[in-house]
């Protein structure tokens, strides 16, 4: 029943990319990454081919310096997967 629906007057969505115990973001050519010590990092291109393997070393945000071209990468953290841009 049309109604019964609700339309809200302001957009709404996703603003950040983030999780419990996980984020990543690309800042100025770096990933930066927030996972606990020793969580395995795995950056793809969006043709799923591996461009980088990493292992964070300390807890809280690490930078990794990656030479990579702008674009869209897939981010996966554990189990936890983000889509990021790289500018």
Known sequence: DLNSLFFATEPTGINDVT???VAAA???GNLQVAA???SIV???NLDGRSVATLQK???GNE???LPLSKGVYVVRIGQQTFKLLAQ
């Open 42 to 44: 795995k950056v793809y």
């Open 57 to 59: 070393s300390t807890n």
């Open 36 to 38: 606990p010590a020793g």
């Open 63 to 65: 930078r990794f310096s």
């Open 19 to 21: 999780s419990a115990t």
């Open 26 to 28: 690309f800042n100025n």
